[in-house]
């Protein structure tokens, strides 16, 4: 063996040795890859949605409209809870906290009033003591959330009985809950804690604890406690280790027991969130009564009681990807336990991914050390597939979660580290600027920021730049009519195919606000003409839509189009690294920033889809654009001047719109001038109108009744229409 053998096998070992510490200590970059691989396995194999006796009533935006705004008067739900009884549901249990008296109750609403004789209100009904009542001998299961103030703790409905060493000590620790009011507390048949994913940073929910506990006491939570219910069963029965207190490895809860973790934790399971599982509460409370079908769901099903409303702000990420209810996760949970369809963690699965890494890393590095290269990265391969494969397999055939991540790790560290001195130090600055601009700026400038020297400078930076906002019209009745998971991929599939266009015309993208986007020209690098191919880019977003909406491709329905308002102002900016120094992002801010924002929100009010400034306009003139008049913004001291585009060059040098510019400078003067002959000239530029774009018809209609922006004011008449607009 050569010395330069040796050191390399001491170096390799060396490395080995502290992937196998760093995988002992399980960092949280660990814990979080690992995560997503385990949701990669579900996306590609999900549990399969069954009929399963688990419904949820979705307290959803159709039940808000009819009968009001949430929180709902306990009267309400007391009737829902008769109902759903009625039906024969096996348990009732609400996502819901019951923490603060009824603000609506009568006899609540009237001690509020001054000057009513008290002993009215005590004559009046307490809707809490209606739901009481309604509640009391029915299966019905509250829910209780974990609270950082106080020390008080809800009385457990259930019993307990230990197998092997006492595991009392094993689940997330419950310092605290929120009370419920006490009536509902005492009639309730079960209480479950509501919490998903306690003191979990991650925004997937992946594993839930079914238990909580205070050292003492073992409180279970709202999905098991519901199931429980419904069986009528008093006991729960916990599995401990024979030979170690404080770990729990399955809870038995009736016919049914469960594989848990060692902190009590059941690894969801989830199937793609199906309409199937959801009931409208508005159903369930309708007048006439509930459908027979509704009844025949309901009857003899564990039935969760929970909002879907993105206003109530209860969704949350799913392996899968999806945002769903938070209370549509407690009634997987249960589907899950009742298809038997589970995964586990084994505890000697950390145990074996570790000895995995010592293993395979010390072979690789003898491999790596004495043979060849090209051989060395065979076995590299080889022990990634075989890492894949077996994880696959085991997930696939048993449901269990082994991380091939130890392997592959171990594998493409160990045999790539003679690269790494090149990858990390020769590279990295090329790296950084890709990583940090390749999904904001198109591949021709980063190009050629990557190869000048000092063509990106960090930091703020004034030069003048063509500012672009996009918003979507009507995006708030959109959103009404669409189910959480569907908006997402509405705008998924919107935004995407609009702001492609801001990168294939050198643009770059800010961000997205909501249903908005935001971009600039001109930053980080040159770019000559970049009023022009900001406009180009609205252009193109223009026909794409239209595209888009004959395709149908949102799935609204023929004659439900989706239409857009863009804004383009270019002015001076400062663009550059803003925000903290652990996390910032590139942006433009300023008064053109404000501007452009403004006239986007034009677009309403002029009726057309695309309006630019006068400083725009300026760059553009030989595309096709009409005079939209000087409309006062919110903020500046005199009206800003805007015109519509039209059109390309193609479009401005075509017969039709000059016949149609003709026609709109002539209309334009009748209206500084309160030319009677508006009106005929509004007619014929609508007719010229239909010949060059459509759109224009509603900017023609709508031009009558915005005269005003027409005619010259002097300044301080300009102030006071601003002053009375704010």
Request: include cysteine; aromatic fraction near 6%.
């Amino acid at each position: 063996m050569t010395r330069s053998q040796q050191i390399g096998v001491v170096i390799g070992l060396v490395i080995v040795a502290a992937l196998t510490i760093l995988r002992a200590g399980d960092p949280g970059i660990f814990k979080l890859i690992r995560g997503v691989t385990f949701d990669e396995y579900q996306r590609l194999l999900p549990r399969a949605f069954e009929p399963m006796p688990v419904r949820v009533i979705d307290i959803d935006e159709a039940s808000l409209r009819q009968f009001g705004q949430w929180p709902w008067p306990r009267d309400r739900l007391a009737l829902l809870v008769d109902r759903l009884s009625d039906m024969g549901a096996a348990a009732i249990a609400f996502d819901i906290l019951f923490a603060e008296p009824d603000r609506l109750s009568p006899r609540n609403v009237v001690r509020e009033v001054e000057g009513v004789d008290p002993s009215l209100a005590e004559r009046l009904p307490d809707n809490d003591e209606i739901f009481a009542r309604s509640i009391s001998g029915k299966p019905v299961v509250l829910g209780f959330g974990l609270s950082n103030e106080g020390n008080y703790r809800p009385p457990v409905k259930a019993g307990f009985a230990f197998t092997g060493e006492s595991p009392v000590s094993a689940p997330p620790y419950l310092a605290a809950s929120t009370p419920l009011r006490p009536q509902l507390e005492a009639n309730a048949t079960g209480l479950g804690h509501i919490s998903l994913n306690p003191g979990n940073p991650s925004p997937v929910v992946r594993a839930v604890p079914l238990f909580l506990t205070d050292g003492a006491q073992l409180y279970p939570n709202l999905a098991i406690e519901a199931l429980r219910v419904a069986q009528g069963v008093s006991t729960y029965v916990l599995a401990g280790a024979p030979d170690r207190a404080g770990v729990m490895t399955s809870a038995k809860i009736g016919d049914f027991v469960v594989p848990l973790t060692a902190a009590g934790e059941f690894w969801l399971y989830v199937s793609p969130d199906r309409a199937e599982r959801y009931i409208s509460a508005r159903q369930v409370l309708a007048a006439e009564g509930a459908a027979p079908e509704i009844s025949a769901a309901i009857d003899g099903s564990i039935v969760f009681v929970g909002t879907s409303a993105a206003g109530l702000q209860d969704i949350r990420v799913t392996a899968l990807g999806e945002n769903v209810p938070g209370v549509s996760l407690h009634a997987q949970a249960v589907e899950q336990i009742l298809s038997s369809r589970f995964l586990s963690r084994p505890d000697w699965a950390d145990g074996l991914e570790i000895l995995t890494i010592a293993v395979l890393g010390c072979l690789l590095v003898v491999v790596t050390t004495f043979v060849s290269p090209a051989v060395a990265l065979v076995c590299g391969l080889l022990i990634t597939a075989m890492a894949l494969v077996a994880s696959w397999l085991c997930f696939l055939y048993a449901g269990l979660l082994l991380d091939p991540l130890a392997p592959i790790v171990s594998g493409s560290i160990t045999h790539f580290a003679a690269t790494s001195f090149r990858i990390l130090v020769i590279d990295r600055e090329r790296r950084e600027v890709r990583r940090a601009f390749g999904h904001y700026i198109s591949p021709s400038l980063l190009h050629r920021i990557e190869h000048t020297r000092d063509a990106l400078r960090l930091g703020g930076d004034d030069r003048e730049l063509t500012v672009m906002f996009v918003d979507v019209r009507n995006f708030t009745e959109i959103s009404e009519r669409l189910a959480p998971a569907d908006v997402v991929a509405f705008l998924n599939t919107l935004l995407d195919a609009l702001s492609r266009h801001v990168v294939a015309n050198e643009g770059t993208l800010d961000k997205f606000i909501g249903d908005s986007i935001m971009a600039f020209w001109n930053a980080p690098v040159d770019v000559t003409n970049h009023a022009t191919k900001a406009v180009r880019a609205a252009l193109a977003m223009r026909e794409t839509l239209a595209e888009l909406n004959l395709a149908d491709a949102f799935g609204f329905g023929p004659g439900q189009e989706v239409r857009i308002g863009i804004g383009i102002h270019t002015g001076l900016a400062c663009v550059g690294n803003m925000g903290a120094k652990t996390r910032f992002n590139y942006s433009a801010v300023g008064d053109a920033v404000n501007v452009a924002a403004r006239i986007e929100s034009c677009c309403k009010e002029v009726g057309f889809d695309i309006l630019i400034s006068d400083s725009t306009a300026r760059l553009v003139q030989a595309m096709a654009l009409l005079d939209a008049g000087a409309i006062p913004l919110k903020g500046k001291s005199s009206r800003t001047k805007i015109l519509a585009v039209v059109g390309d060059e193609r479009v401005a040098a075509s017969r039709e719109f000059a016949a149609l510019d003709a026609v709109h400078r002539q209309l334009m003067q009748a209206l500084l001038l309160h030319s009677r002959n508006s009106r005929k000239l509004i007619d014929t530029a609508k007719l010229r109108a239909e010949q060059v774009v459509s759109g224009l018809a509603e900017f023609y209609r709508r031009i009558s009744g915005r005269s005003d922006h027409f005619r010259e004011l002097p300044v301080d008449s300009e102030k006071r229409v601003v002053d009375a607009e704010k």
